[in-house]
């Protein structure tokens, strides 16, 4: 029998954004509301990316949709439509998330491309995005107050459904923009350029196009780092869809070691795309096998220092990649509950220390009178599991399977309680102290 064992931590080391998402709760142009949902999941993060669809639904987050004819003054509120966008963050807001803004424009996988073009004026670009800050930063425009941290300049620029232009090209609009945005707002966080990811590092027969991957970021870093293009690095994000928790971890720790070795010890590193891969995958994701996958990984990830927000792609229904519910329903999948048992560990806020004798993935939380740990089994054999709550009062425990959507299984009125860790399930306990 394997055991764990948690305890009351120092509460010093916080649980981590890890499940944050991509995509807001009121989707399908505000058919779909899973306010309610998000909310009772915890989730800190809402990344605007490909928000609505096909050209950010026309109406939605991107630059193009916020400030539609280019000639237009863009000091003059007047030029902007953030009607739609309004409702988008508001809705976020509602449900205790904050946005995670993508700067930039949604992937457009068309023959001809629409508006993933460099911007005629890099200058003018950057003046536009200052105004998004400040309308929903500063209420400029009859805008808010919303305080938003994280401004992502653009997404996979090595990507052309993402970027027709050239690296120089993208290097001097991320060095207008990010300048400008932090002269002009100092309590924001700057950064990008949401990377495909460093899958080249890991695979001596990545062909050019995922070797290219690996180039951009060395000569990112150097670019923001020469003085004479030196440039504000808040964060830097990455990408990785993956079946294997190990290789997200490898490539969380390749990418902190590179930003540590190029001098960015301060420099966040945020992995806001994330989810299963592999034959199958829309169906997957959304069944026990990425919801034991997706669990797994942001307990490993809670326990590693590689990774400071995490956003899984995507929270939307109606996308392919929105493995959080089934497709085109209000219905949440396995992979919310798996979303949502985590986020009973950042309710609670600390981390708690662990003592564990199993290669489960586990992650636990406390406050001070009540304790939480989330065990993880994907893809591994059954075994039978203790859990320990030293000194607690009670335990309760909750199952996450094809059969249970996180219910109460049973109960302890002790500090102790034995389950079976099966293949593919989630297991989240709860102690009370008093």
């Excluded at 991509?22 to 009772?40: C, I, Q, Y």
């Excluded at 420099?267 to 669990?295: C, P, V, Y």
């Excluded at 425990?397 to 989630?426: F, M, W």
Aim: charged share 25%; aromatic share 12%.
């Amino acid at each position: 029998m394997e055991s764990i064992t948690i305890d009351h931590g120092t509460g010093q080391r916080p649980i981590r954004p890890l499940n944050g998402v991509n995509g807001g709760p009121v989707t399908h142009n505000f058919r779909r509301d899973a306010k309610k949902l998000f909310s009772e999941a915890h989730i800190p993060y809402c990344r605007l990316h490909d928000t609505e669809g096909t050209l950010g639904g026309g109406k939605f987050v991107d630059i193009r949709n916020i400030f539609p004819i280019w000639e237009l003054d863009e000091n003059d509120p007047k030029s902007y439509d953030f009607e739609f966008t309004d409702e988008y963050l508001r809705c976020i807001d509602d449900c205790g998330a904050q946005a995670f803004y993508r700067l930039g424009e949604t992937i457009d996988h068309g023959y001809l491309k629409a508006h993933v073009h460099p911007p005629r004026d890099a200058a003018k670009w950057a003046r536009i995005c200052a105004n998004i800050v400040r309308h929903y930063n500063e209420g400029w425009a009859d805008g808010y107050h919303y305080g938003i941290r994280y401004w992502e300049i653009w997404n996979e620029p090595e990507n052309p459904p993402m970027w027709t232009g050239t690296q120089a090209e993208f290097f001097d609009l991320y060095r207008e923009t990010s300048n400008l945005l932090k002269r002009e707002f100092s309590g924001i966080k700057v950064g990008g350029y949401a990377s495909c990811g460093v899958y080249a590092a890991f695979d001596d027969n990545a062909d050019d196009f995922f070797r290219s991957f690996l180039t951009w970021f060395d000569d990112f870093l150097a670019f923001v780092k020469a003085p004479e293009t030196a440039s504000p690095l808040d964060f830097f994000s990455w990408h990785i869809y993956s079946s294997d928790p190990a290789q997200v971890l490898a490539h969380a720790r390749y990418c902190r070691e590179k930003l540590d070795a190029a001098g960015f010890k301060k420099t966040e590193a945020i992995l806001d795309e994330w989810n299963w891969a592999g034959k199958d995958m829309f169906e997957r994701m959304r069944d026990m096998t990425g919801a034991s996958f997706t669990a797994d990984v942001m307990c490993r990830l809670q326990a590693s220092d590689d990774v400071d927000v995490a956003c899984y792609y995507d929270a939307q229904p109606d996308q392919a990649y929105g493995g959080l519910f089934l497709r085109h329903t209000d219905t949440p999948s396995r992979t919310y509950y798996a979303v949502k048992a985590f986020g009973q560990l950042r309710a609670l806020g600390a981390q708690a220390d662990i003592a564990a004798d199993t290669d489960l993935a586990v992650a636990a939380a406390a406050d001070g009178t009540r304790r939480r740990v989330v065990v993880a089994n994907y893809e591994k054999e059954s075994r039978e599991v203790r859990l320990s709550f030293p000194g607690a009062k009670t335990v309760r425990l909750y199952l996450l399977d094809e059969r249970h959507d996180l219910s109460l299984i049973a109960q302890a009125p002790c500090g102790e309680i034995v389950t079976v860790s099966a293949k593919n399930t989630v297991l989240l306990a709860e102690a009370e102290d008093r």
